[in-house]
């Protein structure tokens, strides 16, 4: 078996030749792989994927997110690692430590993972290049029933019947839209806000001043990149692409919305990057300060209506304090958990400051 590390050269020589197009499973998806190419945090011999191949077949990948991480006014490079797949008639042979191993020695262990697999967890604790696993609480609050796709990746059972299960989230939303139509009639009061295609100079130097809250001080470039280079392609049909891959490249719903706020004397005082997919939103980016925060969720709920959207998740420690103290039309509400690993190199990043869409968060 052989083992190649693409870096953005090539990379980006790997997608446009014969042999991948000839691969019968690939480890990048078209769009992925340009936005890794594009990430302005990647440098040209950074590793951003690592295949094994058994002659000409694919038989696991692991990927690379290459980012900074930042102490005071210093930075160090680092990756998070993405997209772990291994085939699994070769799940006995070594291909995932083989792959994992090459990774951590082309980042000098310089790791970081979230959006962890639960079985994996220890498994990656093992290795002892990481500091305990950090848990961030989060909420979640759901608007609308969707029980057709939350129940069927936890049960056998709910996978067989995932067509009764559709047909009960039919009643149950006409009847639960009766009384959200009452909550739609709700308008915003003294929010004034604007859907922006990108961030500006304006918008960064409001960003700037909530860099230095986060370790990775995602920015206006970063968030420009995420939106402009999406890994999942809406409203795109399966191809022959898409099917090769393993993980979502394409689908019905996903979309980003860039928001920014601003008070009774016009001045910014909150952005916010909505990620909407399949009925479900998440809030990767938050810039805002406590009036802001006060309207944002209201602003999030309405928008949940509008779009009929079933499912809000987010880790943001003051959004989520407003959503648990405030009347929201969700029919159920929970307290939920993130895990994070964090590379021993860094034993100063022992507390959690990180924004829900940094990493691969944002992409999903």
Not at 105 to 117: E, F, G, S, Y
Not at 322 to 328: D, G, L
């Amino acid at each position: 078996m052989e083992t190649k590390s693409y870096t953005k050269k090539s990379l980006k020589e790997f997608i446009q030749s014969d042999f991948f197009n000839d691969l019968r499973k690939i480890p990048i998806s078209i769009n992925r792989a340009i936005s890794q190419i594009e990430n302005p945090r990647a440098d040209e011999d950074d590793v951003l994927l690592v295949a094994q191949y058994d002659k000409d077949k694919l038989v696991g990948y692991i990927g690379a997110l290459p980012e900074y991480i930042f102490s005071e006014n210093e930075k160090q490079k680092c990756c998070w690692l993405t997209c772990f797949w291994v085939d699994d008639a070769y799940k006995s042979k070594n291909v995932a430590a083989n792959l994992f191993l090459r990774i951590i020695r082309a980042w000098d262990k310089k790791i970081l993972i979230t959006n962890i697999v639960p079985f994996l967890e220890p498994i990656y604790q093992k290795t002892k290049i990481f500091q305990p696993t950090i848990y961030k609480s989060g909420f979640r609050g759901y608007l609308r029933f969707n029980l057709a796709n939350i129940l069927p990746p936890k049960n056998i059972i709910f996978q067989k019947t995932k067509g009764l299960l559709r047909m009960s989230d039919f009643i149950l939303n006409s009847i639960y839209d009766m009384r959200l139509a009452l909550s739609s009639k709700v308008k915003l009061k003294n929010v004034n806000y604007e859907y922006l295609y990108n961030l500006g100079y304006e918008e960064e130097d409001f960003i700037e001043s909530f860099k230095g809250e986060t370790w990775n001080q995602r920015a206006q470039a970063e968030i420009n990149w995420i939106v402009s280079n999406p890994w999942i392609i809406e409203g795109a049909k399966e191809d022959k692409n898409s099917k090769r891959y393993y993980f979502s490249s394409v689908n019905k719903q996903f979309f980003y919305q860039t928001v920014k706020f601003t008070n009774a004397t016009n001045e910014i005082n909150g952005i916010v990057i909505l990620n909407i997919r399949e009925g479900n939103v998440t809030i990767p980016y938050v810039f805002a300060d406590e009036v802001a925060i006060e309207n944002i969720p209201n602003f999030i709920i309405s928008t949940m209506l509008r779009l009929k959207l079933d499912m809000l998740t987010t880790y943001d420690e003051k959004l989520s304090a407003a959503f648990r103290n405030m009347k929201t039309p969700f029919y159920f509400q929970k307290e939920i958990k993130k895990p994070y690993l964090i590379a021993k190199k860094f034993p100063w990043a022992n507390k959690l400051k990180f924004q829900d869409g940094d990493g691969d968060a944002a992409f999903y």
